[in-house]
């Protein structure tokens, strides 16, 4: 949970401990918040991953970036449009004695190196044959496209020339002077349908945000302590889970529209479809799970419900399956 800074004011020590936040806590900023979480998902292993997306509040943090990197993760964040490159790494002069004057104490790009240009400035000159057009993914009102360029330069970071960086430039098709900058530490290896991929994975996460506010409440709170606020968000994150889990295991069947004549128990079916689609097909529940009812009915009305009229109060009620998470 992130907290203002102001709240580790003295004249804020009354509703500290009204809240019953713990005394070992200090202020933390958001992207330092987020390495924490990374570190503490690679240390448990239990979600395989291998790519961190962020918007540029933690793409500008070097921070941030350096420590994804030391995890041997790749990552693809955005940054600001003046974030400053060098086209070719620049001479550095350690520190010692001059020529005149006092002595060196740290080291610095020579005199005689080209400065580093923003990436702003960088793109403008691009031609047309650098940019290429890409279907990110699927939408709901058609594919999203937009056109895309790639160049490996070297990041400046405290003055000095970082690592040297794939840098991602992306413009809509309908407003080509609007450009998103990206930068990441993928391999050279790495093909630009990654790249690609890598920078539309930020809306499905948005999307289950905005899911599970609506869905499940996750915004919806009125805690006043440390724990009621983590109690409520393991709470909504679980049943966003369960429902998550829900919709893949009853979902329509694959080929239920399907106008050939094979049947989805048919091999020949199952020789057609995609391994994904196989796995959920056999994904099926267990035969000793048994079937149970959420009642949206008062109580006192299911107690008082007769045999003849209990078909009417089922009708209001959600039947769903019994799954383990």
Same mark, same amino acid.
Request: hydrophobic share 40%; proline share 8%; net charge positive.
């Given at each position: 949970?992130?907290?203002?800074?102001?709240?580790?004011?003295?004249?804020?020590?009354?509703?500290?401990?009204?809240?019953?936040?713990?005394?070992?806590?200090?202020?933390?900023?958001?992207? =330092?918040?987020?390495?924490?979480?990374?570190?503490?998902?690679?240390?448990?292993?239990?979600?395989?991953?291998?790519?961190?997306?962020?918007?540029?509040?933690?793409?500008?943090?070097?921070?941030?970036?350096?420590?994804?990197?030391?995890?041997?993760?790749?990552?693809?964040?955005?940054?600001?449009?003046?974030?400053?490159?060098?086209?070719?790494?620049?001479?550095?002069?350690?520190?010692?004695?001059?020529?005149?004057?006092?002595?060196?104490?740290?080291?610095?790009?020579?005199?005689?190196?080209?400065?580093?240009?923003?990436?702003? =400035?960088?793109?403008?000159?691009?031609?047309?044959?650098?940019?290429?057009?890409?279907?990110?993914? =699927?939408?709901?009102?058609?594919?999203?496209?937009?056109?895309?360029?790639?160049?490996?330069?070297?990041?400046?970071?405290?003055?000095?020339?970082?690592?040297?960086?794939?840098?991602?430039?992306?413009?809509?098709?309908?407003?080509?002077?609007?450009?998103?900058?990206?930068?990441?530490?993928?391999?050279?290896?790495?093909?630009?349908?990654?790249?690609?991929?890598?920078?539309?994975?930020?809306?499905?996460?948005?999307?289950?945000?905005?899911?599970?506010?609506?869905?499940?409440?996750?915004? #919806?709170?009125?805690?006043?302590?440390?724990?009621?606020?983590? #109690?409520?968000?393991?709470?909504?994150?679980?049943?966003?889970?369960?429902?998550?889990?829900?919709?893949?295991?009853?979902?329509?069947?694959?080929?239920?529209?399907?106008?050939?004549?094979?049947?989805?128990?048919?091999?020949?079916?199952?020789?057609?479809?995609?391994?994904?689609?196989?796995? #959920?097909?056999?994904?099926?529940?267990?035969?000793? =799970?048994?079937?149970?009812?959420?009642?949206?009915?008062?109580?006192?009305?299911?107690?008082?419900?007769?045999?003849?009229?209990?078909?009417?109060?089922?009708?209001?009620?959600?039947?769903?399956?019994?799954?383990?998470?």
């Amino acid at each position: 949970m992130y907290l203002p800074q102001s709240w580790f004011e003295k004249e804020n020590q009354s509703r500290w401990r009204a809240s019953e936040i713990p005394n070992e806590v200090v202020f933390r900023t958001e992207p =330092e918040l987020a390495l924490d979480m990374i570190r503490a998902l690679t240390r448990r292993a239990v979600v395989p991953y291998q790519w961190v997306t962020a918007d540029e509040h933690f793409g500008q943090n070097p921070a941030f970036v350096q420590g994804i990197s030391a995890l041997g993760k790749w990552y693809l964040v955005e940054v600001p449009a003046d974030t400053r490159f060098w086209s070719r790494r620049p001479a550095i002069e350690l520190p010692g004695q001059g020529l005149l004057g006092r002595p060196r104490l740290y080291p610095r790009v020579v005199r005689s190196a080209p400065a580093a240009r923003e990436i702003r =400035e960088i793109s403008q000159p691009l031609p047309s044959s650098a940019w290429r057009r890409y279907t990110i993914r =699927e939408g709901g009102r058609g594919p999203l496209v937009a056109e895309f360029a790639f160049r490996r330069l070297v990041i400046v970071q405290d003055k000095l020339p970082g690592e040297r960086v794939w840098v991602i430039l992306r413009r809509g098709l309908s407003s080509p002077e609007t450009v998103k900058y990206y930068i990441s530490n993928a391999p050279v290896s790495c093909s630009p349908a990654q790249f690609v991929w890598a920078s539309g994975m930020r809306w499905p996460i948005e999307t289950a945000l905005e899911e599970a506010k609506g869905e499940v409440g996750m915004d #919806h709170y009125e805690t006043r302590t440390w724990r009621g606020w983590h #109690h409520h968000m393991a709470q909504t994150f679980a049943a966003h889970l369960f429902l998550m889990r829900l919709r893949l295991l009853l979902k329509k069947k694959f080929g239920a529209h399907d106008r050939s004549s094979a049947r989805p128990h048919c091999p020949s079916y199952r020789g057609r479809m995609p391994a994904t689609w196989r796995h #959920h097909l056999n994904d099926s529940l267990s035969p000793t =799970e048994k079937l149970c009812r959420l009642l949206f009915s008062p109580q006192a009305d299911a107690q008082k419900a007769s045999p003849s009229n209990l078909k009417t109060l089922i009708a209001r009620n959600l039947v769903v399956m019994k799954v383990s998470l």
